[in-house]
């Protein structure tokens, strides 16, 4: 226990990496001071009172003690677990990915609010609700990289202005939607859409977050959709994801 003054904080376990002998090293998300790195000495130990609270994905109350540069664990209750997705594996793979998305487009001890809410309600999605996982994991990757500044423009056609595109195409490196005849002004990477595609583009970037995955599309829709997003991150952020990886090699 240390005499340093404590501070109370809510925060979601981002990563968790093993060190010393039973120690961890958590990035932890909070919605008032964003992305901190936290030190749960012991947490690996069974008798410790915190531990669960140090794994990843628990979303936690957390007494905290700053020294240095890091924050340390002194106690911790859990609020939620995510038990649904810890029973299954495909379902815990995505929200692992989620996780580490979230990590990359966040900032350290910059308040973070709405994207905790996202992931919060992405993780609930993804437990709860019959929805298929590639339509709950498109909505949120949109809607994160909207949070953390790379909104596309969605509302019509970058070049010749039409609300409706025709034939839409997504370009994920300019991150603006266009007719696919007016692509060829354009020098990014193209991802074709479809009207139900283009809807549920639109709904993820611009809709109600509080009914972010309230629509359904088509399988050939969906597989657009899924396609584009994800190659909408992994452009922007140019850089690839090893949660995703493993997502992709344990999914049904």
Same mark, same amino acid.
């Given at each position: 226990?240390?005499?340093?003054p404590?501070?109370?904080?809510?925060?979601i376990?981002l990563?968790?990496?093993?060190t010393?002998?039973?120690?961890?090293?958590?990035?932890?998300?909070?919605?008032?001071?964003?992305?901190?790195?936290v030190?749960?000495?012991g947490?690996?130990r069974?008798? %410790?009172?915190?531990?669960a609270?140090? =794994?990843l994905?628990a979303?936690?109350?957390?007494?905290?003690?700053?020294?240095g540069n890091?924050?340390?664990?002194?106690e911790g209750?859990?609020l939620c677990?995510?038990d649904?997705?810890?029973r299954d594996l495909?379902?815990l793979?995505?929200g692992?990915?989620?996780?580490?998305?979230?990590?990359?487009?966040?900032?350290?001890?910059v308040?973070a609010?709405?994207i905790?809410?996202?992931?919060?309600?992405?993780?609930?999605?993804?437990?709860?609700?019959?929805?298929?996982?590639?339509l709950?994991k498109?909505?949120?990757e949109?809607?994160?990289?909207?949070?953390?500044g790379?909104?596309?423009?969605? $509302?019509?056609c970058?070049? %010749?202005?039409a609300e409706?595109?025709?034939e839409?195409r997504? $370009?994920? =490196?300019q991150?603006?939607?266009h %007719?696919a005849? %007016?692509g060829v002004?354009? =020098?990014?990477l193209?991802?074709p859409?479809?009207?139900?595609s283009?809807?549920?583009l639109?709904h993820?970037?611009?809709?109600?977050?509080?009914?972010?995955?309230?629509?359904?599309?088509?399988?050939?829709?969906?597989?657009?959709?899924?396609?584009?997003?994800e190659?909408f991150?992994?452009?922007q952020?140019?850089?690839?994801?090893?949660?995703? $990886?493993?997502?992709?090699s344990?999914k049904?």
């Amino acid at each position: 226990m240390s005499n340093t003054p404590c501070q109370v904080t809510r925060g979601i376990v981002l990563r968790e990496t093993e060190t010393k002998e039973a120690d961890k090293i958590l990035t932890v998300l909070t919605p008032d001071q964003g992305k901190i790195s936290v030190i749960a000495r012991g947490a690996r130990r069974k008798s %410790c009172r915190f531990a669960a609270c140090a =794994q990843l994905l628990a979303w936690s109350e957390l007494t905290l003690y700053h020294r240095g540069n890091w924050y340390y664990l002194n106690e911790g209750t859990t609020l939620c677990l995510f038990d649904g997705l810890r029973r299954d594996l495909e379902k815990l793979a995505l929200g692992a990915y989620f996780a580490e998305l979230t990590e990359a487009v966040t900032q350290e001890e910059v308040a973070a609010p709405e994207i905790v809410s996202l992931l919060l309600n992405g993780l609930y999605a993804l437990e709860n609700l019959s929805r298929p996982p590639a339509l709950i994991k498109a909505a949120f990757e949109l809607r994160l990289m909207c949070l953390a500044g790379y909104e596309p423009l969605a $509302d019509g056609c970058a070049y %010749c202005g039409a609300e409706e595109p025709e034939e839409p195409r997504l $370009d994920v =490196q300019q991150g603006v939607l266009h %007719c696919a005849k %007016c692509g060829v002004r354009g =020098q990014g990477l193209s991802m074709p859409l479809c009207a139900g595609s283009l809807a549920g583009l639109r709904h993820a970037i611009y809709g109600d977050p509080k009914r972010l995955y309230a629509f359904t599309l088509g399988d050939e829709a969906l597989g657009r959709l899924s396609d584009a997003a994800e190659a909408f991150v992994l452009t922007q952020m140019e850089r690839g994801f090893r949660t995703l $990886d493993y997502y992709k090699s344990v999914k049904i």
